[in-house]
Antibody, heavy 120, light 107 residues
Framework: QVQLQESGPGLVKPSGTLSLTCAVSGGSISGGYWWSWVRQPPGKELDWIGEIYHSGSTNYNPSLTSRVTISVEKSKNQFSLKLTSLTAADTAVYYC?????????????WGRGTLVTVSS | DIQMTQSPSSLSASVGDRVAITCRASQTISTYLSWYQQKPGKAPQVLIYDASSLQSGVPSRFSGSGSGTHFTLTISSLQPEDFATYYCQQSYSTFLTFGQGTRLEIK
């Protein structure tokens, strides 16, 4: 059974940088999947941040592309998110997820999510 | 980017009811459409992918239909555990987008 677990600070300061890691267990990150970050502000809808393939290829949400970097560490079977220039609008539950592509690309495994609050 | 619009935004129904939730795309997305269920404090779980394929382990009372710009998630007979928020998601574009959600509440 594939499991994903997010880790990182729960409180970050405005203008600072958020760094989160997603540890993957029960399967290899080098399989034929894309690995994504999705966030959800309190009481709001899901917002896709971006994704990475084990080769290092990435795709990002155009509204975040100037602030976001997603990287992969195959030796540790994990991938990471960095988001810079934080504001209160970045306060959200951050999920990591595995995307499987058949005809369409959908998320079949998710982490439990981690709440990140941007506040001084 | 491709906008996904769900209707209704909220819905009240009773156990045993048949309900349908609609998702419209701002441009054609073929069948690149998935549906998720999310309960409070939990991560979303996929129900339907490729517009109409049932994810393994999901009860058969859930079904999906549609193609192009108009899609429907149907629950044939509501069970108590089905009261949750539902989201659609398109992957026709590299920029993945979700609908705003439909909250299904007990009447």
């Amino acid at each position: 059974q594939v499991q994903l677990q997010e880790s990182g600070p729960g409180l970050v300061k405005p203008s600072g940088t958020l760094s989160l890691t997603c540890a993957v267990s029960g399967g290899s990150i080098s399989g034929g999947y894309w690995w994504s970050w999705v966030r959800q502000p309190p009481g709001k809808e899901l917002d896709w941040i971006g994704e990475i393939y084990h080769s290092g290829s990435t795709n990002y949400n155009p509204s975040l592309t100037s602030r976001v970097t997603i990287s992969v560490e195959k030796s540790k079977n994990q991938f990471s998110l960095k988001l810079t220039s934080l504001t209160a609008a970045d306060t959200a539950v951050y999920y990591c997820a595995r995307a499987r592509a058949t005809v369409d690309k959908f998320f079949d495994y998710w982490g439990r999510g981690t709440l990140v609050t941007v506040s001084s | 980017d491709i906008q996904m619009t769900q209707s209704p935004s909220s819905l009240s129904a009773s156990v045993g009811d048949r309900v349908a939730i609609t998702c419209r795309a701002s441009q054609t997305i073929s069948t690149y459409l998935s549906w998720y269920q999310q309960k409070p404090g939990k991560a979303p779980q996929v129900l339907i992918y490729d517009a109409s394929s049932l994810q393994s382990g999901v009860p058969s009372r859930f079904s999906g239909s549609g193609s192009g710009t108009h899609f429907t998630l149907t629950i044939s007979s509501l069970q108590p555990e089905d009261f949750a928020t539902y989201y659609c998601q398109q992957s026709y574009s590299t920029f993945l987008t979700f609908g705003q959600g439909t909250r299904l509440e007990i009447k």
